[in-house]
């Protein structure tokens, strides 16, 4: 926050990532509270908006995650009393396609930025975007403590972020901590994750646009929460006396199959599972028509995939709890993914 002449007092902050999901619900719940937003974006805007769609909640910024000394520049001309890192590349199977880029911007960019704030606004508040997939593979719920070891170079990349944000509070005295973020989603998530996967086709197969759904592994399960809920806790957390890292979950473990069972009942079709393994399928208990197939090329190995987190520490010491129920959520994206749907049919 500035003070002086002419000079704003509102609190000012930057934040990188923030084209992607999280970036978004941020923005607008930092506008919303009366800061000064300002968003790191790499281009110029190719297009300007349609007329339906929502005005951004920041002024852009430019500036590139492998360039330090744009970093630098930006933080020194908007000179942010919170900095919250949001950028990388966010989906796993992606990162084995391009395990460099994926180290230089959720590695070693988390690095570029903290030397930044280091040398150009030391007093700012850093908050690093970390991931359940820092954690070993555990059939119980994660927490702070719990052992870390990764599986991809996804993890791998998100790891060092985490820890040399715990070096440069631990070494360098830096308002630095990390939220550990377990699986998060909206209507915004790519359409790569499997949440959007299974919303969208939902749609379009109750629309009558699509036949089946093919996924890989039902069994998987995840701790899936709202990223609009989330981004709050990563403002709690800028907000304590002390810079401490959190697990950001619920604590509800569901399966891949418990999701699209959700999906396709908020759309009023209740789905029959039978068989096992390759040969499960899903039928409309309606009309016995199979609307779900698993192809055992999407699986992804190791095979036994649990990853749910223990909330307990933020909800004690932040106040935070989710707004979203599970069921809320998968309703929220499929109405979302309807209406839209609906739109370009129209
Ligand atoms: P992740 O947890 O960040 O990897 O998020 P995803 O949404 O991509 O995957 C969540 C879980 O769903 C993983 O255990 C996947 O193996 C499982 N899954 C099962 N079928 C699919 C599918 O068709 N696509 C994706 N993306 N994941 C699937």
Request: net charge neutral.
């Amino acid at each position: 926050m500035k003070s002086g002449c002419g000079v704003s007092m509102k609190k000012r902050a930057l934040i990188t990532g923030v084209e992607g999901q999280d970036g978004y619900y941020l923005a607008r719940l930092l506008a919303r509270k009366g800061y000064e937003v300002f968003g790191v974006v790499r281009k110029k805007a190719r297009r300007s908006l349609s007329g339906s769609e929502e005005a951004p909640a920041y002024e852009r910024i430019y500036a590139d995650m492998m360039e330090f000394s744009s970093l630098c520049s930006c933080i020194r001309e908007i000179r942010p009393d919170e900095i919250y890192n949001l950028a990388g590349l966010s989906e796993v199977p992606l990162s084995w396609k391009q395990p460099i880029f994926t180290a230089h911007v959720n590695a070693l960019g988390v690095l570029r930025i903290l030397e930044a704030m280091r040398l150009c606004a030391p007093e700012a508040r850093f908050l690093q975007s970390s991931t359940s997939e820092i954690f070993a593979p555990s059939a119980q719920p994660l927490h702070e403590g719990s052992a870390m070891a990764t599986r991809n170079p996804y993890g791998t990349a998100k790891l060092y972020g985490h820890w040399i944000t715990t070096n440069y509070r631990e070494s360098y005295g830096l308002f630095a901590c990390a939220a550990i973020l377990f699986n998060h989603e909206s209507p915004r998530r790519g359409i790569e994750f499997v949440t959007r996967k299974i919303s969208a086709a939902a749609v379009r197969i109750y629309l009558g646009r699509q036949k089946v759904l093919e996924l890989g592994n039902l069994d998987a399960v995840r701790d899936w929460g709202s990223a609009e809920d989330y981004v709050r806790a990563m403002w709690l957390m800028l907000q304590q006396e002390r810079p401490e890292d959190f697990v950001v979950a619920t604590g509800e473990p569901h399966t891949v199959r418990e999701f699209a069972s959700a999906a396709f009942h908020a759309l009023g079709i209740d789905l029959a599972w039978e068989g096992e393994g390759f040969a499960e399928t899903a039928r409309d208990q309606r009309t016995g028509e199979v609307l779900i197939r698993v192809n055992p090329a999407l699986y992804r190995f190791p095979k036994e995939d649990v990853i749910v987190g223990n909330p307990a520490r933020a909800a004690r010491k932040l106040g935070f709890l989710p707004a979203h129920s599970f069921h809320s959520l998968v309703e929220e994206i499929v109405k979302s993914d309807l209406s839209a749907l609906s739109e370009d049919l129209r």
